[in-house]
């Protein structure tokens, strides 16, 4: 069985270590962004924080027991090569895909271009009239079967546009209650509250819709949001064009602070149930967020959350959902272990899409993998040494760091090596497949911590409300990336939250968007 060697190279001092790690991560399309901020050597990177450390060794056992009766109805582990369905320890070089295309945005954004612009590369005039249309209509309705309304009148755009600022405002000041803007305590903001009442804003929130009726054509449970969708991937693969290197995962939504501490143990638990999950298909070198995945908890289909959930059939579903317009691109996509799997990962192959995944017995579905590969040694293990196995182009590789991690990938060499540089430990020798998942994974775990601080406040209690406003905050978060990648951004160079502020005064008519600004 190829294997390789461990310990480390001498220690170096830290400045060394980080201008080695920027060198080879550069050569990995990995943005610069991920030296962004000294930390721990974890980085929140799920990929690091597994050791030996956090778990018990009783723990590591029934994890390796899983593996092992998963893949062969718990057998002994001493297979034959024929037994372990072709996969061999001889390795030889594969390639990895060519990709020749350029990354970034499709097209060049005036260096007088605003927030706005930006914004509405994604979220366009003729989806904001459309909202003022299917709010009065929805509005009218509304009156017609429970009474009218005397307050209510016809919502323009610009009051659409005031009313989207005020949520969004929610996400760069963190109030938990967008009515927070006309009290009188810490988050009012008198600058923007007299824009509009109070009033006013609770009657255009009572009736806010984007699609007010279903249609007999209309079947999924996300009727009431599917044309903003539609029209949001569409700005999305109009817009950018992604690196090669993406990563398939749900991202963190934080709660605010604030309500987390004084809420009652009841709010908080109603909080927590959610009736969907949200998946993305995101650009490992930028952050910019490609595609949106959403899968509601429909308990009774049979292809409900419920019944699906914790399974391999999910996460397959969510991968090919998230994949549909990648064939034929030879993308690298990074995954976790609840969507590693090698049928999964065979499948992509046909298309033209290639995968590294870290495997965990507890969410990885391990059929087809060899027994033998998924045995933890008796013998002690030295930082760095590995095992490989090889079946076509998959590679299966077993690497001890303070643990034993598990990853399969079609998409680098077993015989090109790399290296983990940790701040406290030196260089630690691995596979280049490892070396790319860390780094990869761990400039996504910078982005979550950067921007998911930025997503919306608001939390209203109808599904397709909670989606909608995700969206929109992935939608800004975008935005903004481009942003930075534009020449606007070296006229003035905003950060995340000033960019936040711009874009709010704009859709309340606080600053003048006309190119000549």
């Known amino acids: 069985m190829a ?53 018990s060794a009783s723990s590591q056992d029934e994890d390796e027991e899983q593996l092992r009766q998963q893949v062969s109805g718990g057998g002994s582990p001493g297979h034959t090569e ?33 927030a706005m612009d930006f914004f509405q590369l994604f979220v366009p005039d003729n989806i904001l009239k459309n909202m003022v249309v299917q709010t009065n209509m929805y509005a009218k309705k509304y009156q017609e079967r429970f009474g ?29 209650s967008v009515l927070s803007i006309w009290s009188s305590g810490f ?11 109070q009033p006013r804003f609770e009657k255009i929130l009572k009736y806010f819709h984007i699609v007010a009726f279903r249609s007999s054509q209309m079947t999924h449970g996300l009727y009431k949001i599917q044309p903003f969708l539609d029209s949001l991937q569409h700005g999305f693969d109009s817009t950018f064009r992604p690196s090669q290197t993406q990563v398939l995962h749900e991202p963190l939504i934080d709660e605010d602070p604030v309500f987390i501490a004084t809420c009652t143990e009841r709010e908080l638990r109603k909080r927590k149930k959610r009736k969907f999950s949200l998946w993305v298909r995101q650009c490992s070198s930028t952050g910019f967020i490609c595609q949106i995945y959403v899968h509601l908890k429909e308990g009774g289909g049979a292809d409900g959350l419920d019944a699906l959930k914790n399974k391999p059939q999910l996460h397959s579903m969510v991968a090919k959902s998230l994949c549909q317009n990648a064939s034929g691109k030879n993308y690298i996509i990074f995954t976790g272990p609840s969507i590693t799997s090698l049928n999964l990962f065979e499948e992509f192959e046909k298309q033209e899409i290639y995968c590294c995944g870290l495997l965990s017995s507890r969410k990885s579905d391990c059929t087809g993998l060899p027994p033998s590969m998924l045995h933890n040694p008796d013998a002690p293990q030295s930082r760095g040494q590995y095992r490989i196995k090889m079946r076509g182009n998959m590679s299966l590789i077993c690497w001890y760091n303070k643990g034993h991690f598990r990853f399969l990938t079609n998409a680098y060499s077993p015989v090109q090596q790399g290296v983990i540089i940790k701040r406290k430990s030196g260089e630690i020798p691995c596979p280049l497949a490892v070396e790319a998942f860390a780094a990869h994974l761990s400039y996504i775990c910078k982005y979550d911590d950067k921007y998911s601080k930025y997503f919306i406040s608001h939390k209203p209690n ?42 709010i005064k704009e859709l309340l008519g606080l600053e003048d968007t006309s190119p000549s600004h």
Request: net charge negative; proline share 4%; glycine share 8%.
């Open 148 to 176: 009218k309304d005397d307050a209510w009148m016809d919502v323009t755009l610009t009051e659409m546009k005031a009313f989207l600022g005020y949520m969004i405002s929610t996400s760069i000041h963190h109030c938990e």
């Open 3 to 55: 294997e390789g060697g461990g310990g480390g190279g001498p220690r170096r001092k830290a400045l060394s270590l980080l201008e080695a790690a920027r060198s080879r991560y550069e050569s990995l399309q990995i943005s610069d962004d991920v030296f962004g901020e000294s930390g721990q050597d974890s980085s929140g990177n799920p990929f690091y924080s597994t050791s030996a450390d956090s778990r």
């Open 462 to 503: 109808k599904t397709w409300q909670q989606v909608f406003w995700f969206t929109i905050s992935i939608a800004i978060n975008n935005a903004y990336i481009i942003y930075k990648m534009s020449d606007a951004y070296h006229v003035k160079r905003y950060s995340r939250a000033q960019f936040g502020e711009r874009l």
């Open 82 to 114: 024929e037994e372990e369905e072709g996969w061999t320890s001889t390795l030889r070089d594969a390639p990895p895909p060519d990709f020749k295309d350029s990354f970034g945005p499709t097209h060049k954004m005036p260096t007088a271009a605003s």
């Open 187 to 197: 988050y009012s903001n008198k600058s923007i509250a007299l824009i509009m009442t």
